[in-house]
């Protein structure tokens, strides 16, 4: 095989990926109306219009405005409206007022994508392999606004009154344990961090040694059920089982229950995608933080895991249904170093005041896991697919 036919082929196959996770991200949205594109109830909340915009902008400003000879933009207010958080690039809309761009209109922010699709197969159809990492990023990029279209417009739908539909038999948070138990794992050096071929973020590398004590996990994760008795027995009022910064967050925003639960003629419901229904004991836990996570293990007389633990531990449990909260801050790995320029923004600079969640989510993409993926949030946060796995406290 020549390296002109190596290179067809890679031609090939990025096309390939790339409409598929592009027309994923439409199909996503086939259930929407019009008015369900703009809503944006608080902050860290982003409009699906939003979304479907930014993954846009992502291939237009970083790969046709200087691969693509001639290329014309399609709006020259798009990279303001739409740039996320990229210093390097320039100025950009204030996070808190996406959901106030009622203009451009829906139909228009198709025809944005349209376009740039079509610029970027013509592109990747005669380019070098040159693009495809970059290509690559952006694609799972894409990927991870796909969960976050999910987890944003379960907040708006569950935030409206009606607790509308968003698809029937969608109900992401629907999941059973397959395992229970506790998986011993012997004290001793383990390798972290991606290693090999494929792809991964820069907040994955680069692979160290790590030294664990002898510990135990949890095979099964924490039920709606388990969680419920916490309530009955006042958690949510026990200081003593709260850190302080939890404990805080509990009583000033009136926190009694994981987000979405309601309390209606005495049972326990739930909003999902699928709609309002009660709570089912034997699901997995879910939209959980961090602080409700902590405070639960406490309970338990356990311990969250480090995402160290949960890595060496990760080959032998079942996951995937949940992000789960690990005891880990997030902290860049030993060799560590930000690319440069506007891509070097993408992790490196969120590594403050936020903890790490292992694994992956009913919500996330398919192809988007893997043991090494180091999600990562704010402690209170809730509205993420996350849940609780634990481990018993360390006896040295």
């Known amino acids: 095989m020549t390296s002109s036919q190596t290179l067809t082929s890679s031609s090939v196959d990025i096309a390939e990926k790339y409409d598929s996770v592009r027309t994923y991200s439409e199909t996503q949205c086939e259930s929407l109306i019009t008015e369900d594109y703009i809503p944006q109830p608080v902050f860290y909340i982003s409009p699906p219009k939003w979304h479907l915009g930014h993954t846009t902008w992502f291939f237009e400003e970083f790969i046709l405005k200087t691969y693509y000879e001639g290329y014309?933009?399609?709006?020259?207010?798009?990279?303001?409206?739409?740039?996320?958080?990229?210093?390097?690039?320039?100025?950009?809309?204030?996070?808190?007022?996406?959901?106030?761009?009622?203009?451009?209109?829906?139909?228009?922010?198709?025809?944005?994508?349209?376009?740039?699709?079509?610029?970027?197969?013509?592109?990747?159809n005669k380019s070098s392999a040159d693009i495809f990492d970059l290509v690559e990023l952006g694609l799972n990029h894409e990927q991870q606004h796909q969960e976050l279209f999910l987890t944003d417009l379960k907040y708006i739908l569950g935030h409206n009154p009606l607790f509308p539909v968003y698809k029937k038999g969608c109900n992401l948070s629907g999941h059973q344990n397959s395992e229970h138990g506790f998986l011993e794992i012997e004290e001793g050096k383990y390798e972290i961090g991606f290693q090999g071929d494929g792809f991964c973020y820069d907040n994955e590398l680069?692979?160290?040694?790590?030294?664990?004590?002898?510990?135990?996990?949890?095979?099964?994760?924490?039920?709606?059920?388990?969680?419920?008795?916490?309530?009955?027995?006042?958690?949510?009022?026990?200081?003593?089982?709260?850190?302080?910064?939890?404990?805080?967050?509990?009583?000033?925003?009136?926190?009694?229950?994981?987000?979405?639960?309601?309390?209606?003629?005495?049972i326990w419901h739930c909003y999902t995608l699928a709609g309002f229904i009660p709570v089912a004991k034997d699901d997995i836990l879910c939209h959980i933080s961090y602080h409700e996570a902590a405070a639960f293990a406490a309970w338990k007389n356990m311990r969250l895991p480090t995402e160290f633990e949960w890595e060496a531990a990760s080959d032998f449990l079942n996951w995937g249904d949940r992000w789960e909260w690990t005891a880990s801050a997030y902290l860049p790995y030993p060799g560590f170093e930000k690319p440069p320029g506007a891509v070097g923004e993408y992790n490196g600079k969120f590594m403050i005041n936020q903890m790490v969640l292992r694994g992956a989510s009913s919500a996330t993409s398919a192809g988007h896991s893997r043991k090494t993926y180091r999600n990562f949030f704010h402690p209170h946060y809730q509205w993420q697919f996350s849940g609780i796995r634990l481990a018993k406290k360390q006896k040295l």
């Open 72 to 124: 014309k933009v399609f709006d020259a207010e798009f990279s303001y409206l739409f740039n996320s958080y990229y210093n390097t690039v320039g100025n950009r809309i204030l996070r808190p007022n996406r959901g106030n761009l009622t203009r451009p209109s829906v139909e228009k922010v198709y025809k944005y994508r349209a376009y740039v699709d079509q610029h970027m197969i013509r592109l990747l």
């Open 206 to 266: 680069s692979r160290h040694t790590v030294f664990l004590h002898d510990f135990e996990i949890s095979k099964s994760m924490v039920t709606n059920g388990a969680f419920m008795e916490f309530i009955r027995d006042g958690g949510y009022r026990r200081f003593e089982l709260w850190l302080d910064e939890g404990w805080s967050w509990v009583n000033e925003h009136k926190i009694t229950a994981p987000k979405y639960w309601h309390m209606h003629d005495g």
